[in-house]
């Protein structure tokens, strides 16, 4: 099985995301920031991260800069999730190492296709 770490400050967008993936066959982790979404890291690199943007403690966006600063024995595939359809904030998110973006609230269907596109499904 394919492992999705959630990292949202929401609980209920997690528990949401949480479903759907276990839906997809992910065994899914949480983390509610950047910081908490970095440690869990450390300790395992899963094959993707679905990532908000706006978290207190460490923002999306911090997060992945750092992550994709790290020598890790393999990156996770990053999918962030906005709710601006704004492409300046699209292409910065990119550029900072999000390998696909989804808007939210998405839904399976949605999020499935984001995960085929980035290869993990
Ligand atoms: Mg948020």
Redesign the pocket.
Known sequence: MKNCLVV???KVIRKVARHILETLNFTVDEAEDGREALNRIEASVPDVVLL????PVMSGMEFLRTLRQQKLGSQPKVVFCTTENDAAHIRAAIDAGADEYVMKPFDRETLESKLQIVGVV
């Open positions: 949202d400050d929401s908000d943007w706006n978290m």
